[in-house]
């Protein structure tokens, strides 16, 4: 932590500062969903988390969104595999 030493100079009183580290994992971290990249299990866990919707939502919106697309014949089926549904 960066206290200013001028700070402590101008307060002319005793003060403690008390600065405490705390763990945290990796695998807790969600700031990590936007500075790594990450994949499998905890890409789709801060994925969730971040857009607040579950796995199963999620498989909704997919099918939702290649409907839309075939709908406007935008669609590939060669590209299916995007979509794994």
Do not use: W
């Amino acid at each position: 932590m960066f206290v200013s030493l001028h700070f402590f100079k101008k307060t002319k009183s005793k003060i403690t500062v008390f600065q405490q580290v705390l763990y945290c994992p990796t695998s807790d971290m969600i700031a990590d969903y936007n500075t790594k990249p990450l994949q499998g299990v905890l890409f789709v866990k801060f994925r969730d988390l971040i857009m607040e919707i579950n796995q199963k939502e999620f498989d909704v919106y997919k099918q939702h969104y290649k409907d839309v697309l075939t709908q406007y014949n935008l669609f590939d089926e060669h590209e299916s595999y995007l979509f794994n549904i």
